[in-house]
């Protein structure tokens, strides 16, 4: 009745990276009967063989350095103790940017009118900046 040759497929399960439905089809035997006796005699896979992509390593992140600001990641990169990755140079730069605050003048800071036409005088005297004048509209009425 069980004509299955156990040591063909014991052959196959370890010395092999064959997947065990490739086993099961050649073998005639069932994947639960395969796995139990796998199992039971302590049969190990030579490598995991799985359908589908291979999974990426997630990578050791201690490993990587870790700094507080933008700024202490780029004088690293600088300076030669980093090597430089692209992608969080260009992040760093952009998290700096980001985080400086635009700074507007406010009302006391900022000249008048009055000093404003002062200094473009000044200029236009200096021969600096010539004063245009606007043209004239002129309609003939003839």
Request: glycine content about 4%.
């Amino acid at each position: 009745m069980d004509n299955i040759d156990w040591s063909k497929i014991e052959h196959l399960y370890c010395e092999s990276d064959i997947p065990e439905s490739h086993i099961v089809k050649e073998c005639n035997v069932g994947v639960s009967k395969l796995r139990n006796r796998a199992k039971k005699e302590g049969w190990v896979r030579p490598c995991k063989v799985s359908a589908g992509r291979p999974k990426n390593p997630k990578p050791d992140l201690e490993d990587i350095p870790r700094f507080n600001s933008a700024e202490e990641y780029l004088e690293a990169v600088v300076s030669g103790s980093l090597e430089a990755d692209q992608v969080r140079v260009s992040a760093a730069r952009c998290l700096m940017a980001y985080q400086k605050k635009k700074v507007r003048k406010t009302a006391e800071e900022s000249i008048s009118k009055k000093e404003g036409q002062k200094l473009e005088a000044k200029a236009v005297s200096e021969g600096k900046f010539k004063q245009s004048k606007r043209p004239m509209l002129v309609v003939n009425n003839e």
